[in-house]
Nanobody, 116 residues
Framework: QVQLVESGGGLVQPGGSLRLSCAASGSIFAFRTMAWYRQVPGLERELVASITSGGRIVYADSVKGRFTISRDNTKNTPLLQMDSLKPEDTAVYYC??????????WGQGTQVTVSS
């Protein structure tokens, strides 16, 4: 079994930065995609950024130019560097990894709050 745990969230002023990481309790030998999602209460969970095993990266339009997704080569989990944060970035952020066998793994989320 694989469990993911996000870390790095917190309270930050507008224009500030945070770096999110994702720890895996088990080993993921091969992955199809790695991604970060976020969710505000009452709204659908949305894709923030993703990266495939082939290196293709996709960002939500709302975060382009501000967020950067990368892979932790040791953990085989995604990292998310968030710069120029805005109040509308406030959400719970979730780590997601889809294995080569198309099994999806999720973390419990980490709160990111950007004050106005």
């Amino acid at each position: 079994q694989v469990q993911l745990v996000e870390s790095g969230g917190g309270l930050v002023q507008p224009g500030g930065s945070l770096r999110l990481s994702c720890a895996a309790s088990g080993s993921i030998f091969a992955f199809r995609t790695m991604a970060w999602y976020r969710q505000v209460p009452g709204l659908e969970r949305e894709l923030v950024a993703s990266i495939t095993s082939g290196g293709r990266i996709v960002y939500a339009d709302s975060v382009k130019g501000r967020f950067t997704i990368s892979r932790d080569n040791t953990k085989n989990t995604p990292l998310l560097q968030m710069d120029s944060l805005k109040p509308e970035d406030t959400a719970v952020y979730y780590c997601n990894v889809v294995s080569a066998a198309l099994q999806a793994y999720w973390g419990q989320g980490t709160q990111v709050t950007v004050s106005s």
